[in-house]
């Protein structure tokens, strides 16, 4: 998640950060390119209890883990819910990385809103489902942030250049 490794983009020991664009903005110094924009989806383990809910009025009383998109990761989901006149969201969890967020939602209760991008991801196809519901739930543009005085090197402009490649139209 980007604030774990802005400091490493700084100091240059870190290429470049290809993910959810932090609500905060970049650090002086670094510089954004879009990539595209982005939705989100509800994702619970398989066979979650309220796997059949269809609006996010549904899931109010939920338990809920959250990312870290900023250094105050609960605000994105607060927002959400008080975007459709609920009460806040009770967070459970609040991770920094994607791995401990995969792990708490294949294995509890829990809940979470992810870029839609996870719906596909084989590592959690078989572990955890999406909830489809009748709102759409915008996120975060899909950002790469990088070093403005600082050329890539050769091996992440091409990595970054196949990324690019594969973005959605």
Request: with cysteine; proline share 7%.
């Amino acid at each position: 998640m980007y604030p774990a490794i802005e400091a490493g983009l700084r100091n240059g020991s870190v290429d470049f950060y290809l993910g959810a664009s932090p609500q905060s903005g970049v650090a002086p110094g670094l510089m954004t390119e879009l990539l595209f924009n982005n939705t989100r989806t509800i994702v619970g383990r398989k066979n979650h209890p309220l796997a059949k809910a269809t609006s996010i009025h549904d899931l109010a009383d939920a338990e809920w883990a959250t990312t870290s998109l900023n250094y105050n990761a609960a605000d994105d989901l607060n927002q959400l819910f008080a975007g459709y006149g609920m009460p806040a969201p009770r967070i459970m969890l609040q991770a920094q990385s994607t791995m401990s967020v995969m792990a708490a939602l294949a294995y509890t209760d829990l809940l979470a809103i992810l870029p839609v991008q996870w719906n596909e991801f084989p590592l959690t196809r078989n572990a955890l489902e999406v909830i489809h519901i009748q709102e759409k739930l915008v996120a975060p543009d899909i950002v790469c942030i990088r070093r403005a005085d600082l050329p890539l090197t050769p091996a992440a402009e091409y990595f970054s250049d196949l990324l690019r490649r594969h973005i959605p139209a």
